[in-house]
């Protein structure tokens, strides 16, 4: 029997095509849409990872449990044996150390008095190490303004508006006023190298980069850092497999009751972006839901339309004895086979497209004002499992609830008057 | 003899109103015990921290309420670090970096030396009399001492605290312990003067421990290792060149 549905379809191009055509567009829409959303929820934990809570991070639990303040005084000792062995035990993961800190950047006039001063906030990485992974990892060399990247110790980047703000020249002096890890008042004097857009609010306004090595030699953290940051290997964030990290490290200090014994936490934990992902996902499910509704509607509309035209037909067959259920299932059954074929359809266009946008992005550079650190400038879709399978469910049943729908109408057909109808 | 009570009830208050000192009395004895013309003292500065401990060694020379100068001489990483108060003004100069810079605005309340003093506290007129009103509570006993509790309420809008509460001993008119409060009410600071000496008429303390309620610090401890009162301070001291040399 599905042969010949099939059949009477192709052969009646009117009664196919057109709802062909809207399934695909409609499910080449929505695999789109998908994985255009999926790419920028990639993005958003791939910031979130890079500029602040890495896919797992080490604190101490004292400076854990006041992680907002960054309380340099409770920084977690030790960090060089700490990375050590997490590198060793984790090999195909990148660590790094991370200082956050904040303070008055003082500018000195020719005589050594203050010409400017302004609150800053900043961060220590590591910059100056061979093959240390944070320049790349932070976007820093493409985000420079002016000048250059530090290349020796006591250099560092500060924000362009703050730059442009406190008349800051590239090669001048700035001193560093700040807390030491000890609570003390520390003055520690940097070059100016470069300038820096962050594309963060707060911190385009006044934020330093400067080695971690000046960092701790400024703060009196030798061997101390705030952080540990983690990444995933291939950089890319895997819930699960972070959990197991995190699982594996905090069941090694299970017993210790120190306050500053190190604690790991993952990123979705970290950043709270748990509710906001689950929150996503359920924004597929709604997008999936959208377009059901809209191209039920429509093809309900183009149900009623070829019910309208199927009517002679419709008529001769309950004429001939057929039972208005059957009649009725077989156009449920040639529903499913228009929304098979344009889910596949509409899902082939809709992976180019989505493959297209992952593979080349779209480079909005620009459209954007400013290119930073935070958000690179290529806006990128992600093509995962549910992009190859999304796109059926709004096809099938808006297909098959519009026939339904629409179909209603056999049931209203009178027997008696059909040979009536007939001889009209 | 109903007559006789009735007088004497009339009278006892009377005569007590005359032996109790008011609130203003006994702060103008707590400054004229305080407050000395030259001083120069040798100072131990004990920073118990959530961590560790702290100890610092600072020089210092004071002239009246005004001036004063402050050399840290240990640990290391402190050793060389001055500051110099002029009035109201604070200024701090670094051996690391070769800078003077003055310290005003919020950092004037951040911890001094990563202890429970802040540089307000520094700069702080120590005339009791001049920035508060004071209302005599009565009296209690404090490290068995008897004291005199008064309320005190900044007269004046740039007062630190807006309001304390101290103990002064009775006999020696020194404020053997000290409550700091916000405008809101709230404690931010305790000061606890644990042992005492006498120079002439003047005591003074030798031991005592300052506290920021607000931290989970365990105190700062603060040594007079040696005071010497009236001392000759050289002039160019209290200036800015004298930071650098």
Known sequence: MMKFLINGLLRDRQRSLFPILIVAIGVWITVFMQAYIEGILGDIVDSTARFATGHVKVMSRAY?????QKPNDLALLGVDQIAADLQQQ???MTWVKRIQFGGLLDIPDETGETRSQGPVVGMGVDLLSPGSSEIDILNIEKAVVTGRMPQNPGEMLISDNLARKMGVQLGEAATLLSSTMYGSMTMYNFTVVGTIRFGILGMDRGAVIADIADVQQALDMVDASGEILGYLENRVYDAERAAV???????GYLGVEDEFAPVMGRLDELSRLSEYLAMAENFSGILVLVFVLVMSIVLWNVGLLGGLRRYGEVGIRLAIGEHKGHVYRSMIYESVFIGLVGSLIGTGLGLGSAYWLQVQGLDISSLMKNVNMMYPAVIRAE?????????????LFSTVLGTALSGIGIYRRQTAQLFKELEA | MKKMIVVLIGILPVAGWGQLPTGAEILQKVDENTIAGNRSATTTMIVHGRRNDRTMTARSWVEGADKSFSEYLA????????MLKLGDQLWMYSPQSDRIIRIAGHMLRQSMM???FSYEDMLEDKSLLDTYSAEVLGSESFLERDCWVLKLTANVEDAAYHSRKIWVDKERMLALREDRYARSGKLLKTAEILEVFQEGQRW????MVFKDALSKGKGTELIIESIEFDAEIPRHIFSKAALRK
């Open chain 2, 75 to 82: 640990p290391a990483r402190e050793k060389g670090t001055k």
């Open chain 1, 90 to 92: 984790y090999p195909g």
């Open chain 1, 245 to 251: 990290v995190v699982d594996r490290f905090n069941a």
């Open chain 1, 383 to 395: 093509i995962t499992g549910e992009t190859y399978y999304i796109g059926f469910f709004p096809g």
């Open chain 2, 114 to 116: 990563g202890s429970d």
């Open chain 1, 64 to 68: 854990a449990e006041n992680e907002d």
């Open chain 2, 204 to 207: 003074y303390p030798r031991r």
